[in-house]
DNA sequence: CGCATTTTCAAACATATGTTTGGAACGATT
DNA sequence: AATCGTTCCAAACATATGTTTGAAAATGCG
C-alpha cells in the first residue's frame, strides 16, 4: 500500500504540470504517465479515465494553493482596508508568478476559462468566488461612503483583472517587454502600485 | 474562378468562429469543413494544411477586426485625453462583446495567451504592441507630470488589464453575477467605470 | 464543342490517443 | 511458504484526426 500512493502522487505531480501548460484536452496520457515514471495503463486503473486524473488534479492543485497562500492572508484583525487590499493583491500576485503548484493552479483555472470542461462551475464557487466575496468585503471597507452593488462590483472587476492581467497576458507581456522582471522584488512593487492605483479608482468610484 | 473564392470565404468563415470558440489545437478540420460545407480535403487544397488556415484567419479576423474598430477611434485631433481614454476602453470592450469576426479575433489572442502557437510573436507585433503603444501616449497625456517608464508602464498594465478581465473571465463572471448584462448600455457605463477608475489611478501614480 | 486547368469529392492512409485486457510481479496475511 | 488481493505492465483495441490520392466534376477558353 506505498507503491500504490506513491504512483498516484507522481501521477497527480504530472499532470499537474502538463495540464498547466497544455490544458486538459492538449495534454496526452502517454506524456502524463512518462514524466511520472508509470504505465499507461496507470491512469485508468487509478484515476478511472483522464478526466478523473483531471478533478483530482485540480482538488490537489486548489488545496495546495490555498494551502500556501491562505485567504486569511496572516493579517491580524487590526489591519486596515489598505493593509488587506495590498495583502489580497500580493498573494494573488504570487500565486500567479509561484513556479509549482500554485501556479499550476492559476493556470488550471485561465485554461479553464479559455476552453471551459465540466469542471468549471465547481472551481468557480470553491475557488473563484469565495476570493470575490473576501475582495468585496475590503472594497466596502474601503469606499468613501455606502457604494451601490453595481459599483462594488465594478471595482471588483478593475482589481481583480490587474492581477489577473499578468496571468492572462503574460506571453505578450514577456514579448513586448522583455527586460521586465518578476522577481519578488519586482512582485512587491506591482502589488504596490495596483494597491494605490485601486485606491484612487475606489475613492473616485464612491465620492 | 468563383465558387473557388467561394469555399476559402466559407471555410475562413466556419474557421474563424471555430477557432475562436475551440483553439487551433482542440478545432477539428472535419467540423471546420462540415460547418462550410466543404470537402475534408478542402483545407489542404486551399489553404496547405490545418496550420496554414489558421494563419489566414488570424490574417482575416485582424484586419477586419482593425477595420470594424480602427486605431483613429473617430477622435477629433482636439479631443482631450479624458475622451481619448474613454474611447480607447470603449472600442477595446465592444470588440471583445461584439459578435462575428471582431470578438473572434480577442477570442483567438486569449487562446494564444492560454496556449501559444507560432503565430503568436507575429500577431503580438502586428495587433498587441500598437494597441499598448496608442495606449501609452494617452497615459502619458494624462499624467500629473512626465512619469516614468517604469510607471507610465503599470498604469498600461492597470488599465488594459480591466479591459481584458471581461475577455479572460467571462465564464466565471456570468456564473457568478449571472444578471450582469452586456448590452450597449452596460458596455457604455462599464467603459466609462474603467475611464474614471483608471484617471484616478493615473492620477495617484504621477502625482 | 474540345481541351486544359482548376476544383470537388469519397475513400483510404498514417498517426495519435484514450482505453481495455490478460497475465505477471508484488506485498501482506496466515 | 502458500494464498489472496493489489498493483504494474506490454500489447492490443477502438476511435479520432490531419493528410493524401486518384478520379470525377466543374470551369475557363479557343
Not at 513556479?99 to 469542471?119: N, Y
Amino acid at each position: 500500500m506505498r507503491t500504490n500512493l506513491e504512483t498516484q502522487q507522481r501521477l497527480l505531480e504530472a499532470a499537474g504540470e502538463i495540464f498547466a501548460t497544455r490544458g486538459f484536452r492538449a495534454a496526452t496520457v502517454r506524456e502524463i504517465c512518462q514524466r511520472a515514471g508509470a504505465n499507461i495503463a496507470a491512469v485508468n486503473y487509478h484515476f478511472g479515465d483522464k478526466e478523473g486524473l483531471y478533478f483530482a488534479v485540480l482538488k490537489s492543485c486548489s488545496e495546495a494553493a490555498l494551502k500556501k497562500y491562505p485567504p486569511t492572508l496572516g493579517l491580524k484583525p487590526t489591519a486596515t482596508g489598505e493593509e488587506r487590499l495590498l495583502a489580497f493583491v500580493r498573494s494573488l500576485l504570487l500565486r500567479i508568478f509561484d513556479e509549482g503548484r500554485p501556479s499550476w493552479h492559476s493556470k488550471l483555472i485561465a485554461h479553464e476559462m479559455a476552453e471551459p470542461t465540466k469542471a468549471l462551475a465547481a472551481l468557480i464557487d470553491k475557488v473563484y468566488a469565495p476570493a470575490l466575496k473576501q475582495l468585496e468585503m475590503i472594497v466596502r471597507d474601503l469606499a468613501s461612503r455606502p457604494a451601490s452593488v453595481a459599483v462594488v462590483r465594478q471595482c471588483l472587476f478593475s482589481i481583480l483583472g490587474q492581477c489577473l492581467y499578468f496571468q492572462n497576458s503574460r506571453p505578450a507581456i514577456q514579448h513586448i517587454h522583455p527586460e521586465q522582471g518578476f522577481a519578488p522584488a519586482d512582485l512587491e512593487r506591482l502589488a504596490k502600485h495596483i494597491t494605490q492605483f485601486s485606491l484612487a479608482g475606489i475613492r473616485q468610484a464612491t465620492k
